[in-house]
């Protein structure tokens, strides 16, 4: 009879006092909190951070080395084809401890480490770990396992200057991706445009705690500033520079509270709409404006639907943080790293609304006055359909 109830028990049964069999109510109520296990969780072990806490998830990415910015043109006495060097990410949004994914390379010893994590990645290809600091990892496991992915995205890109800067680019070049509707998987055979939206606020993430414990953040608001009140006789000159437009609409978002984005968020999208038309105009760095005819709008779509979308982002996603300090403004960095820590599944489900709101509403739109309408700006640009005209005519 012992051995019996031993076997039971193994099976996940006991025996009553009359000998009946019947299931172990304890497993029932391990099976009832298995299924109550939500957000992220690892593709190999399938348990997240309600049953691992203190172990680092990451996300299986593919890197490749590319240009910044494909518009740079490089100052006078300089190469003409020199241009920044950088790297973009993608994703198919497949997660992993980074535990359980040594544990598999040791598993296939003599086979490639990104060989073996295709067959946990739906056989995307990878060669990148990107962690997540869990709301109970600790921060040196964290800090680690980032190190670690910073040598893997070197042995990808061959990029000695892998900080928060190219972290922003690289933010950067994935939400030029989605403004220009190209595909996610070219490079790595998997992944589409809600895995790479669910890690937009992990790249976001990553930049934010380089930026925060280098205490860089307050050089990056001062130069953030001076770019949004910068005179318009200077506008031409970032036209061609890789730390323009782009970039500093990108790193708004890991500077500027909803609150500072929305009081600057015009000056964005004329600096933008400024940049497509020089760009479309000028064959070089030119220092005049000559050509101040308005184009199509298939000339300014690209930098529209890029500020829109970072608009979207603020609007439908970070709407959630909140900011209880005297300062809010400056509060913003910590505040939004710490949400973003600690709300995997809201961050699931609102990247799916951005989404959705981007592809139904954004991107099929013919005008200007179409975006500024969804984007709400009608209050701020009371004239939709002079807005480039008096952009293009406020600049020498």
Request: glycine letters at 6%; one cysteine or more; charged letters at 20%.
């Amino acid at each position: 009879m012992a051995m019996r109830a031993k076997q039971l028990k193994a099976f996940g049964l006991k025996a009553n006092d009359q000998g009946q069999v019947k299931a172990d109510s304890g497993l029932l109520k391990q099976f009832v909190s298995i299924a109550e296990e939500s957000g992220l969780c690892c593709n190999i072990c399938r348990e997240g951070y309600k049953f691992q806490p203190n172990k680092v998830l990451a996300i299986y990415t593919y890197t490749r080395p590319c240009n910044v910015d494909d518009g740079e043109v490089a100052p006078s006495g300089m190469p003409m084809d020199r241009k920044t060097p950088g790297y973009s990410t993608v994703t198919h949004f497949n997660l992993v401890h980074v535990d359980c994914h040594m544990a598999a390379l040791r598993l296939q010893r003599g086979r490639d480490e990104w060989e073996s994590a295709m067959l946990q990645n739906a056989n995307t290809r990878c060669n990148g770990l990107l962690p997540l600091w869990g709301p109970q990892v600790a921060e040196s496991s964290f800090a680690s396992c980032l190190a670690r992915h910073n040598t893997y995205l070197y042995e990808a890109t061959r990029h000695r200057d892998i900080g928060y800067q190219s972290t922003i680019h690289d933010l950067k070049l994935l939400l030029l991706r989605f403004a220009q509707d190209k595909s996610f998987s070219s490079e790595s055979g998997g992944g589409g445009p809600q895995s790479n939206m669910n890690l937009v606020p992990y790249l976001i993430h990553m930049s934010l705690y380089v930026l925060n414990t280098t205490r860089a953040m307050p050089r990056e608001e001062k130069n953030l500033m001076a770019f949004v009140e910068a005179t318009k006789d200077r506008w031409m000159e970032s036209c061609f520079v890789a730390d323009g437009p782009f970039f500093y609409a990108a790193l708004a978002m890991l500077v500027f509270s909803p609150t500072r984005w929305k009081a600057h968020r015009v000056t964005f999208l004329q600096r933008l709409l400024l940049l497509a038309h020089v760009r479309a105009t000028c064959s070089q760095r030119c220092q005049l404006l000559a050509d101040k005819n308005v184009k199509e709008y298939g000339t300014y779509k690209l930098v529209i639907l890029y500020f829109s979308l970072i608009d979207q982002l603020y609007e439908n996603m970070f709407n959630k943080v909140t900011l209880t300090g005297e300062r809010p403004d400056a509060e913003w960095p910590t505040a939004l790293a710490d949400w973003i820590r600690h709300n995997d599944d809201v961050l699931l489900k609102t990247s799916a609304k951005v989404l959705s709101t981007f592809q139904d509403d954004l991107l099929p739109a013919t005008s200007v006055e179409e975006i500024i309408d969804v984007c709400g700006l009608v209050g701020d640009i009371p004239s939709p359909a002079s807005f480039l005209i008096e952009i293009l005519s406020s600049v020498p």
